[in-house]
């Protein structure tokens, strides 16, 4: 859980900076946040299982 709030947390501060910053760095932050997210639920995911 405490991850998800960090990641929420660090979402919040890029949206504030995207306002500022180019957009191909707004595309490449979006995607390394997405594929964090996307691992971390596939962990959560797979914990579960077992």
Do not use: C, D, N, Y
Not at 11 to 39: E, K, M, N, Q, S
């Amino acid at each position: 859980m405490l991850f998800l709030v960090a990641a929420l947390l660090l979402l919040g501060v890029l949206l504030g900076t995207v306002a500022h910053a180019p957009l191909g760095f707004t595309a490449v932050a979006a995607a390394v946040i997405a594929v964090w997210l996307g691992v971390f639920a596939a962990r959560e995911r797979h914990a579960r299982r077992h």
